[in-house]
């Protein structure tokens, strides 16, 4: 699949579709002035009377060029670019595609309705997400394809609500419900969040540092309110309702300043706290695809991958420092864990450690385990006729001069890549397949690493990062810093890996805490504890850095309560559904009696 073809079109259907649909809402407007005056048009209100709704007859080229419209604003909207306010529109569209085909006497309204929202959620995905290709072809594909048709959920439980209740519930759910699926999407099996909506302001963390409070869930609720605010407010000029347009519209501008006004001064008021540390993080360049493994065209023997990493961190280290950071999977040998301490590169690493008093070492590893018998395993096991059965982890470990040797296993897996979804239902598969395709091992607690000054630090494995619950849960256990130790590499230089650095910023906020970010192939670098980014390499090059951050063992509100957002939306969900059930249950035992 070629995505080129898209970006470079962009700065032509981007003004295209901006005037189209600019011409075609002031030919509405025009439309609706002189129906209000032939007195044609036909005013429908609401239960509560606050809202008045529109028959508008539209045609599905102006639908779907709203579609698109959307997709295009979310897209504008997202890291890395710095123009997270196209959030603020980017509903409004799609919002007015479900307004006209509500009040159209059409057959069929929900299905046009998921096609239309399917057009724009897709064009979202697929401009924001199109560097998954890169990785895995057929995974790419998938889940982008599929990943819009599960954000469509929300979208049509607001339809159904709307159309048996009324409009103020109605868009009330449309917020609850999208909230609920953000939830729901962040702790499934197969959760792919990179679009919660949250996320879509970390680029400019100056104006969310209340996420200390909310987490990314409190952005994406101020994102859809603004939306459904604006929508009415747009709605009420159309209608020339002056005095309505007023109200919807002062609310608007005073739910996007405030929080932002609020943000701002926390920002430039929040001084860093704890005590300084001193990291070293190193990134050693290595291709994934061509240099790192046995069988790579440009294959880089284990022991020269292990040496660069060592001159490297010779450049920066010193009798000071307390931290060397190396990447995800920076020792190129799979270990195996009860006999780690024998293992020869460990061992090397083990001796290299005591030339520095006080050093700690984090990095990746590839490691397993083997089971005595199948009653061991756990549901993730791999069986082989060689090992019999086993689990294989992507590991964190830490090495100091203590001489214990501390690990910790990747927990949030990449769906498709590193597990296949519940292992209790499915693992029967990777038994059976000869430990050629299966899930890799996780646990099910957040091991903090303790150094020999006893400050504590969460080792962060790649897409771990971008939960901010499951991170919450280290500070929870004693973590004082978050190192994230990551490869990028896989994505090319795409906006992937840039996108991935940004969302760091949100965890410093969220737990205030400082972050240092090892990348195998970049972008690695260091961030406060307000989520600016202080220091970062380029990506594709070899480099050590040096920073010292703040230590704390603050625990934000939102380290103690985690995505309470989310989990009130999912309650509340539940009854607006049912709610929602029975309206339409009496409205056609009502209809059928006639």
């Known amino acids: 699949m070629n995505f080129i073809f898209l970006f470079t079109c962009s700065p032509i259907l981007i003004p295209v579709l901006l005037y189209n649909s600019l011409f075609i809402w002031f030919k509405v407007s025009r439309n609706l002035k002189h129906n209000r005056k032939n007195s044609s048009v036909k005013i429908i209100f609401t239960k509560n009377k606050i809202f008045k709704v529109l028959r508008i007859k539209e045609s599905p080229f102006y639908l779907f060029l709203l579609s698109m419209l959307s997709g295009f604003l979310f897209w504008l909207g997202w890291p890395d670019k710095p123009l997270s306010f196209f959030l603020f529109l980017a509903f409004v569209p799609l919002l007015m595609v479900e307004s006209a085909l509500s009040e159209r006497a059409i057959r069929r309204k929900g299905r046009k309705f998921l096609l ?21 072809p057929a995974g790419g594909i998938f889940a982008m394809t599929v990943n819009a048709l599960l954000m469509c959920i929300p979208l049509q439980l607001f339809y159904f609500t709307k159309r048996y209740t009324n409009n103020f519930i109605g868009y009330s759910s449309f917020i609850v419900y999208y909230l609920a699926f953000e939830y729901w999407h962040l702790n499934w099996e197969l959760s792919w969040p990179w679009l919660t909506l949250g996320n879509g302001f970390a680029s400019l963390p100056i104006l969310v540092q209340w996420y200390e ?4 869930l409190g ?55 704890g005590k300084e540390v001193d990291v070293v993080v190193v990134q050693p360049d290595i291709d994934p695809y061509n240099e790192k493994f046995p069988g790579n065209p440009k294959f880089i023997p284990y022991e020269q991958q292990f040496q660069r990493l060592i001159s490297l961190s010779e450049q920066k280290l010193d009798s000071a420092t307390d931290y060397l950071v190396w990447p995800e999977t920076a020792l190129p040998v799979d270990v195996y864990e009860p006999e780690i301490y024998e293992n020869n590169m460990v061992s090397n690493l083990s001796s290299f450690v005591k030339k520095y008093p006080g050093l700690s070492i984090v990095t990746g590893l590839d490691s397993y385990t083997i089971y005595d018998n199948e009653e061991e395993a756990t549901p993730t096991a791999r069986f082989s006729e060689r090992l019999g059965y086993y689990d294989v982890f992507n590991s964190a470990m830490q090495v100091n001069n203590t001489g214990k040797i501390v690990l910790y296993h990747k927990s949030k897996l990449v769906p498709g890549v590193e597990q296949l979804p519940y292992p209790n239902v499915f693992g029967v598969l990777t038994k059976n397949l000869g430990g050629i395709v299966g899930t890799l091992g996780r646990q099910e607690e957040r091991t903090v690493f303790f150094n020999e000054k006893n400050i504590g630090i969460a080792p962060v494995i790649c897409y771990e990062s971008i939960f901010g619950e499951f991170v919450g849960e280290y500070v929870k256990n004693g973590a004082e810093l978050i190192f994230i130790i990551t490869n990028d590499g896989w994505w090319g230089n795409t906006q992937g890996h840039k996108q991935h650095l940004q969302y760091a910023s949100l965890r410093a906020i969220e737990a205030r805490k400082s972050i240092a970010r090892s990348a195998n192939t970049g972008i690695s670098g260091f961030i406060d504890q307000k989520g600016e980014i202080l220091v970062k390499n380029k990506y594709w090059e070899q480099d050590v850095l040096k920073a010292k951050l703040r ?39 009502t209809t059928s009696a006639f």
């Not at 239309?116 to 895995?136: E, K, M, S």
């Not at 409070?213 to 990314?216: C, F, L, N, P």
């Not at 952005?219 to 209608?239: A, D, E, K, P």
Request: proline residues 1%; charged residues 15%.
């Open 219 to 273: 952005g994406s609720l101020w994102v859809l309110l603004v939306n459904v605010l604006l929508f009415l407010t747009l709605r009420f000029y159309l209608l020339t309702e002056k005095k309505e347009f007023k109200k919807y519209l002062s609310v608007s501008l005073a739910l996007l300043l405030v929080p932002s006004l609020f943000s701002v001064i926390r920002y430039k008021t929040y001084v860093a706290k």
């Open 213 to 216: 409070y909310t987490g990314v």
């Open 551 to 589: 230590a704390n063992d603050v625990k934000t509100f939102y380290t103690r309560h985690g995505d309470y957002i989310g989990r009130w939306s999912l309650y509340i969900t539940i009854v607006l559904v049912v709610y929602a059930i029975v309206k339409r249950f009496k409205y056609r035992k």
């Open 116 to 136: 239309y929202t399917y057009i724009a959620l897709l064009t979202w995905n697929v401009l924001t997400t199109y560097w998954v290709y890169n990785a895995t």
